[in-house]
């Protein structure tokens, strides 16, 4: 999928029922209905590609292949949360695919629990056109981080230096795009002209502060 050298292939078919321990009877029976396959496809470590890590200790590639083409962003969160490593998803259907990777941390009240602080993910897209690569350079960390940079679109790399840095600006703009949209509505059901400046006034503070990020 992300033509990685051979010595991170795994390729291990991962039981649906292996998160059972993770689920409630609703999400054990989407599992069955929506995923056809989950496969553990490629190992990311020290031990297989050369690179040395801070934080981040391993990087797991996994391929879900579906029953029909929909979005499992609720079962994703159950695979994040069961596995302690970084997880890189490629969701498959009918020559289509979408990419999704989470952020997280261990859970302060239980080791075999992760909590998931972001997560980025691309829409659909042709699994022969898939623009996005799995840069094999620098440190585990900053290999994880790149990823998700482009799944998040960032052009400008170099502005976030961590994974938590990327997480908390990506967060700040979209509370800020919650702002702005709540603003722009008041300010066209306003008919008052002198609270209409003043909420104008305030929504280009707020589109000023959204560009610096």
């Known amino acids: 999928m992300f033509h990685l050298p051979p010595s991170t292939k795994v390729q291990k078919v991962i039981p649906k029922n292996a998160f059972d321990n993770?689920?409630?009877?609703?999400?054990?029976?989407?599992?069955?209905?929506?995923?056809?396959?989950?496969?553990?496809?490629n190992k990311i470590a020290t031990d297989t590609v050369n690179l040395q890590r801070?934080?981040?200790?391993?990087?797991?590639?996994?391929?879900?292949?579906?029953?029909?083409?929909?979005?499992?962003?609720?079962?994703?969160?159950?695979?994040?949360?069961?596995?302690?490593?970084?997880?890189?998803?490629?969701?498959?259907?009918?020559?289509?695919?979408?990419?999704s990777a989470s952020a997280k941390h261990a859970h302060p009240q239980n080791e075999d629990n992760a909590v998931i602080d972001y997560t980025f993910s691309t829409d659909w897209l042709n699994k022969d056109e898939v623009p996005y690569q799995i840069v094999l350079k620098n440190k585990l960390d900053w290999v994880f981080?790149?990823?998700?940079?482009?799944?998040?679109?960032?052009?400008?790399?170099?502005?976030?230096?961590?994974?938590?840095?990327?997480?908390?600006?990506q967060k700040e703009k979209e509370n800020l795009d919650k702002k702005i949209a709540r603003l722009q509505s008041e300010i066209s059901r306003c008919r008052q002209f002198n609270k209409k400046v003043e909420l104008n006034i305030k929504l280009k503070a707020l589109e000023e502060k959204r560009k610096l990020l």
């Open 145 to 169: 981080k790149n990823f998700c940079e482009q799944l998040n679109d960032n052009q400008t790399q170099t502005q976030t230096k961590t994974l938590t840095e990327l997480v908390s600006t």
């Open 54 to 99: 801070n934080d981040i200790q391993e990087i797991q590639v996994f391929k879900i292949e579906l029953k029909e083409q929909l979005v499992i962003k609720e079962l994703l969160a159950i695979i994040d949360k069961a596995i302690p490593y970084p997880i890189i998803f490629w969701i498959e259907y009918d020559g289509a695919c979408y990419l």
């Open 22 to 41: 993770y689920t409630n009877s609703k999400q054990k029976k989407a599992f069955a209905d929506k995923v056809l396959r989950i496969t553990w496809a």
